[in-house]
């Protein structure tokens, strides 16, 4: 009988990574980076309980770094297999695998520097060598079309509606079918498509990342504007720290309607995070896997890099302000680091855990004329999280930063389905999986939308549990 091994994403929101063993076969689903409370960001440098070298094809859902950022570390460890994705899961991995890589060589080398490292030397968790390598093993698969990943097992892509690329991941082994979730989408967003209805399956992995609660309702971005207009009005910088793919392109995509709508001034809006340039290039590129109605090129008439775009990059471009600049070298994020000037500053990462938004947190968490507005998930144990909790200091490139800056979470314009979104796309099955397993979500989130499936559903569910193994119960019933 098949067996799922739970190795990631089981009682937390980062590290998916499930291991299936069907036919003599191993497919790891998900190969992601534990990110968060040092417990479990430890686990990124402990061996993986399976050895790498037995596991013969690897799947990604997405490119998110808790769910591909283990990617060159499995690699250097010895995997050989072939990893398959969806093409613009590939072209994202092919900016966000590099650049983590030389995150963690850069705070190697700066813990080495400045002597704050327990380890001597600190060594990076991988390399962009180990990057590179983990990229040539990735075989690009276009949405719904079957593909044999390892002998006696196929898998199909579905479009999750959470990120370009994004994918709900269709297995079929043993005469029966397994849908590993990776992270739903949202309805009615602007930039990516509504998740797509799935209506059956043998047994189902579902995300819970906000299975406890709601969205607020902010369709017109109110509040973000009020945020924006009264940080201008105190002379006050924004800093967000975001996701380098796929929230940047939804934050300019609000900024310029706010614009638009003469709802906030028109501030300088820099992109400090080469990846996120990057990324919209890869939008703008596969721009028919986005949102029907996002406005088409000719309508767009912003300026890519402060008007000093070259010719054809402002039609190319479908994501802008009225005074754009996409801060390419790491001495122009420094000089911006140092300026006071009103402006709006999104930099990543998303939970503060490393790159340049470090930089711009620690001159700007002290001032109280700014705000720093956190626009996405914060996971336990992330600066982004302790910061939305209320510490009055946060510890940074090895000082203790004073918080005076005003601290604002915008959790309406997260990626991932809420818990009446989550009941929303499982109203779609037309029978129910066998058994539901959920998976990347913190313990309230896990209990509450276990709970509310079972009562208003009726479906059999389990919680998963790091290190888990299942039997899983294919083939007994027929669609």
């Known amino acids: 009988m098949p067996t799922l091994t739970f190795l990631g994403a089981a009682g937390t929101v980062t590290g998916s990574k499930h291991l299936l063993e069907a036919g003599g076969q191993r497919v790891l689903v998900d190969c992601g980076l534990f990110q968060g409370l040092k417990a479990l960001r430890e686990r990124n ?127 079929r082994c043993e005469g029966g079918t397994i849908l590993f979730g990776g992270d739903l989408g949202r309805y009615d967003r602007p930039v990516l498509p509504d ?111 402060g008007g000093r775009s070259k010719p054809g990059e402002r039609e190319a471009c479908r994501f802008g302000t009225e005074r754009l600049t996409i801060v390419a070298s790491a001495q122009d994020s420094v000089e911006l680091a140092s300026s006071n000037t009103p402006a709006i500053v999104i930099a990543a990462s998303g939970m503060a855990t490393g790159g340049r938004v470090l930089n711009h947190l620690v001159r700007g968490l002290p001032n109280p004329k700014n705000t720093v507005v956190f626009a996405g998930y914060q996971a336990e144990g992330t600066r982004g999280r302790l910061l939305c909790d209320g510490a009055r200091t946060i510890k940074m490139q090895g000082q203790q930063v004073p918080v005076a800056a005003r601290i604002e979470r915008l959790d309406g314009m997260s990626a991932h389905a809420d818990a009446g979104e989550i009941m929303r796309w499982l109203s779609g099955f037309v029978r129910p999986p066998a058994i539901t397993y959920l998976v990347h979500g913190e313990p309230p989130a896990l209990s509450a939308l276990a709970g509310r499936i079972r009562r208003e559903l009726g479906w059999t569910v389990h919680v998963a549990e790091y290190l888990e193994r299942v039997e899983l119960p294919l083939g007994a019933r027929q669609a």
């Not at 060159?72 to 899961?89: H, N």
């Not at 060594?123 to 390598?133: G, K, M, N, V």
């Not at 310029?256 to 919209?280: F, N």
């Not at 890869?282 to 109605?293: I, N, Q, W």
Request: hydrophobic fraction near 40%.
């Open 45 to 171: 440098w402990a061996a993986l309980p399976v050895d790498p070298r037995t596991i013969d094809a690897a799947v990604l859902t997405h490119a998110h770094l808790d769910h591909c950022g283990y990617l060159p570390r499995l690699a250097a460890a010895g995997f050989r297999g072939r990893v398959f994705c969806t093409a613009g899961t590939r072209d994202l991995c092919t900016l966000v695998l590099p650049d983590s890589a030389r995150i963690h060589e850069e705070d190697a080398r700066h813990a080495n520097r400045h002597g704050y490292s327990k380890h001597e030397p600190a060594l990076p968790l991988y390399t962009e060598a180990d990057a590179a390598r983990a990229l040539a093993q990735l075989q690009p698969v276009g949405y719904e079309r079957s593909m044999p990943v390892a002998p006696g097992v196929e898998v199909d892509f579905i479009n999750a509606g959470h990120l370009l690329g994004s994918a709900f991941a269709r297995v």
């Open 195 to 305: 998740p797509t209805r799935v209506e059956s399956a043998d047994v189902l992995l579902l995300e819970s990342t906000y299975g406890d609660r709601l969205h607020e309702p902010d369709a017109r971005g109110e509040r973000l504007a009020a945020i924006i207009t009264e940080t201008a009005g105190r002379g006050g910088r924004v800093f967000i720290p975001s996701f380098a793919i796929g929230r940047v392109e939804e934050l300019l995509y609000w900024l310029h309607r706010l614009e638009q709508e003469q709802r906030i001034p028109v501030l300088p809006v820099y992109v400090d995070s080469p990846m996120a340039a990057g990324a919209l290039q890869f939008y703008a590129a596969r721009v028919a896997e986005l949102d029907p109605d996002l406005r088409p090129a000719s309508e767009a008439g912003h300026a890519v890099d």
